[in-house]
């Protein structure tokens, strides 16, 4: 007779996430298993019983029925309790960080609260999506670590400052800005999941994208859309 395998889960939204499932869960012992959406862990929890479910990306609430019944582990761009809350990554850029840690957390109800696993620094240079794919990549190491070590969590320590997720008028580019805080607003908005960063001029919408700032001058491809009257 031979052993079950240790499950586990990744729920994670984003190519470069599936990519990277494929990529690092076959170099990594156990059973291993992928979900997009809350209806597909939903479908996997009634036939699987994990170790832990890693969520590297993702945007949904777990119920507390998931929280209670495994463990469940976050990855969360900030060095909390530094930064709880909805779009980290936007937030760092606007206030002018250069560098942030990766956190992995144990998930509850409450919103980034959890006690500690790992905190490993992450550079915040280059567009949101080269982040996101950075921030991907050192979740994978830091799940390696998991499956071998085991870690115990630790409570969160230092002042609690919360963040607020943006919202889709935010992507307006503010007035007064200087180039080098014009190129950080258009690349903190270069991925998937947020509108580009944009304007409004002589009734069009120009949305721009893969921003590069050498020499005191700033390029950026744009798209115009006619805008609606």
Known sequence: MTSRKIEYIVASKGDWNRKNFEKYSKKLPGRWLFCSNPSELDSLLKDTNPRYI?????????SEAILDNNECVCFHMTDLPFGRGGSPLQNL??????????TALKMETGIDTGPVYYKNPLSLK????????????????????FVSDNPDSTPQEGEVVNFKRRTPNQSLIPDGLSLNEIHDYIRMLDAPGYPKAFIKDNGYHLEFRDAELADNELSAKVTFKKIDK
């Open 54 to 62: 890693f969520f590297p990306h993702w945007s949904w609430i777990v």
């Open 93 to 102: 850029i606007v206030k002018g960080f250069q560098d942030t840690v990766l």
């Open 126 to 145: 280059g567009s949101a999506k080269e982040i996101y794919k950075r921030a991907s990549d050192l979740s994978w190491r830091m799940i390696a670590n």
